[in-house]
């Protein structure tokens, strides 16, 4: 059982932070695209990726803090 603990553990700390990695490489696609080819549809887009793809992390990491703080006690 201590096998699959390890690996359940292992997983969930790559696909943290695989979702970061993934974000930040789509917004820096998406700011690439506008760059080649401005127009405020694209930067609108843009934005809102980003800005979205950002709370969603923030959120993410808050609630893992949150009980990460909470075992602690």
């Known amino acids: 059982m201590d ?11 790559v696909m943290g932070r695989l979702l970061v ?3 930040l490489g789509l917004s820096f696609f998406l700011a690439c695209w506008v760059m080649h080819d401005p ?6 887009t843009m934005a809102f990726f980003s800005i979205f793809s950002y709370l969603v992390i923030n959120v993410k ?7 990460g703080s909470q075992a602690s006690e």
């Open 39 to 44: 127009g405020w549809e694209r930067l609108v």
């Open 61 to 67: 990491e808050r609630i893992k803090n949150d009980q």
């Open 21 to 23: 990695i993934l974000s």
């Open 3 to 13: 096998v699959i603990a390890a690996v359940r553990l292992a997983l969930s700390i």
